[in-house]
């Protein structure tokens, strides 16, 4: 690995957004902060609108375990996704699970706003409020004692305190996914679980997914991000990061506020949380107003990998914890070294080449295309990857036209890691859209688009069509190698 790589390699994935996920949560906030209003009773009356759709769900009452908020200074919201209420809520008959758990951090004094993924199978310790100590998974917390244990356990576990709590369960998300209009997504490899025929205790959520780019809608939108069957905890936590980015890119700040009265009902509708006074709304307001133009840095919880468990240890944990309260380091937009070095470079990069199966298969494929298909010959990856998952098909655009599409779905080796090369007649899709570069390498014009200073997608157009290359959801291939295999894809037919 080269030096440029090396120093890559150290830097955690990272994307930039505007708070996406709390935004789309805290839909009247957000229309406040984006507008940046002026007029004080406007101000109040957007806050009075979210208040009262605050009241269609039963607040979270969670005495003393919340930390109070301080003006102006920072705050920790704890989102939680699960797939029923909590107990004491109105559809508690059966005991609900914490599927997802993710920590925001807002700090004026922070260059960033970090979010953090605790992973659900995090062995710990949970302390039942009348009850004996027990070592289980960390989302036990929540079908035990509910939002409240959650919040106590994670203050135990991480030593950190918690200002404010939502809890949306996943009826809300399917009805958020369809409000917004459905989510373009690159869905990374074939993802199929069906549980007919099956004894219980031996199913799991079922889902049937082709690879490649498309529109997902409710049900499989929800499907996509829960899945971690054949995967790990940190894959889906990616997966899920991947997703709220796509909602991001493609509506933006402005289709978020024109949409802001649904949203609001879907909040009150399906999500419970310990705000309710105008006061603390304001008071998370002027913190969001602050923090608005701060990226968000995704911190990786660090941790190891079990058959039943994940575990971190105590030096861990603090290294977790510290990078979360402390924000990072705000960086740039990185530079790409150029000259005949760098050329060279890449082109020393080492791959493996493609069997000769699945040369056959992609120009099996190529016959379906109307467009020249681009086939990554050289690739980054194992022994022990499947071979290449290939197929053509339909892709309809935004308004309703179906372009033709392909794609070649390459394992990278390790457990849950894909990459995908995509080929369409669709020439101005919502993945492609602002590029952060353009380069020249090997008679070619090459946009990049960056998460952090890792190489997200690298893309290029010939003719009719345009091809991306995407790397893998937890971004495990180099810069060099990315370039690499897009620079080394030659046309098949």
């Known amino acids: 690995m080269s030096t440029f790589d090396d120093h890559v390699a150290s830097r955690r994935p990272r994307f930039r957004a505007r708070g996406i996920w709390l935004r789309t949560l805290l839909g009247c906030v957000l229309v406040v902060i984006a507008t940046a209003a002026t007029v004080t009773t406007g101000v109040l009356l957007e806050v009075k609108s979210f208040t009262d759709a605050l009241?269609?769900?039963?607040?979270?009452?969670?005495?003393d375990e919340l930390a109070s908020a301080n003006a102006g200074g920072a705050q920790t919201i704890l989102l939680i996704g699960s797939d029923k209420r909590a107990a004491g809520a109105v559809d508690s008959s059966s005991p609900a699970r914490s599927d997802t758990m993710l920590l925001v951090r807002l700090d004026p004094n922070q260059p960033d706003t970090t979010m953090l993924s605790i992973p659900r199978d995090l062995k710990v310790t949970i302390y039942p409020f009348h009850g004996t100590p027990m070592t289980q998974k960390i989302n036990a917390a929540y079908s035990i004692g509910g939002v409240k244990l959650t919040v106590k356990t994670i203050k135990q576990v991480l030593g950190i305190q918690i200002n404010h709590v939502v809890d949306i369960n996943f009826e809300g998300f399917k009805a958020l996914v369809n409000y917004l209009g459905c989510v373009y997504v690159q869905v990374d490899r074939r993802y199929l679980n069906l549980n007919a025929g099956l004894p219980a205790g031996q199913t799991y959520a079922e889902i049937d997914l082709e690879p490649g780019y498309q529109k997902l809608c409710g049900q499989q939108a929800?499907?996509?991000?829960?899945?971690?069957?054949?995967?790990t905890d940190l894959v889906r936590n990616a997966r899920q990061q991947d997703f709220l980015r796509?909602?991001?890119?493609?509506?933006?700040?402005?289709?978020?506020?024109?949409?802001?009265?649904?949203?609001?009902?879907?909040?009150?509708?399906?999500?419970?949380?310990?705000?309710?006074?105008?006061?603390?709304?304001?008071?998370?307001?002027?913190?969001?107003?602050?923090?608005?133009?701060?990226?968000?840095?995704?911190?990786?919880?660090?941790?190891?990998?079990?058959?039943?468990?994940?575990?971190?240890?105590?030096?861990?944990?603090?290294?977790?914890?510290?990078?979360?309260?402390?924000?990072?380091?705000?960086?740039?937009?990185?530079?790409?070294?150029?000259?005949?070095?760098?050329?060279?470079?890449?082109?020393?990069?080492?791959l493996s080449a493609a069997t000769p199966s699945e040369l056959a298969q992609a120009d099996a494929l190529a016959m379906n295309m109307p467009f020249?298909?681009?086939?990554?010959?050289?690739?980054?990856?194992?022994?022990?990857?499947?071979?290449?998952?290939m197929r053509s098909y339909f892709l309809p655009d935004r308004q309703h036209r179906e372009h033709y599409a392909y794609v070649d779905v390459v394992g990278e080796g390790e457990i849950g890691q894909y990459y995908d090369l995509e080929g369409t007649d669709w020439t101005d899709p919502p993945i492609l859209e602002n590029p952060n570069q353009t380069i020249q390498l090997g008679g070619r014009a090459f946009e990049l688009y960056f998460e952090g200073q890792r190489i997200r997608i690298v893309a290029w157009r010939r003719g009719p069509a345009v091809y991306w290359l995407v790397n893998t959801l937890q971004n495990l291939l180099t810069n060099h190698q990315m370039l690499a295999i897009a620079q080394d894809a030659q046309i098949v037919r």
């Open 55 to 63: 009241k269609l769900s039963p607040q979270l009452k969670l005495g």
């Open 372 to 389: 020249a298909t681009y086939f990554p010959v050289r690739r980054a990856t194992t022994a022990a990857a499947p071979d290449d998952d």
């Open 222 to 231: 929800l499907d996509y991000v829960r899945y971690r069957h054949t995967d």
């Open 246 to 350: 796509q909602i991001k890119n493609q509506l933006g700040a402005s289709g978020l506020i024109s949409k802001r009265f649904g949203l609001e009902k879907i909040f009150g509708r399906y999500a419970s949380t310990d705000l309710r006074s105008s006061d603390s709304v304001l008071q998370l307001l002027e913190l969001l107003v602050q923090s608005a133009d701060h990226p968000i840095h995704q911190v990786i919880f660090q941790a190891q990998l079990g058959p039943s468990y994940v575990t971190a240890s105590s030096a861990q944990i603090r290294e977790t914890v510290y990078q979360f309260l402390n924000g990072g380091v705000a960086d740039g937009h990185i530079q790409l070294p150029g000259g005949q070095k760098h050329k060279h470079a890449i082109s020393q990069v080492p």
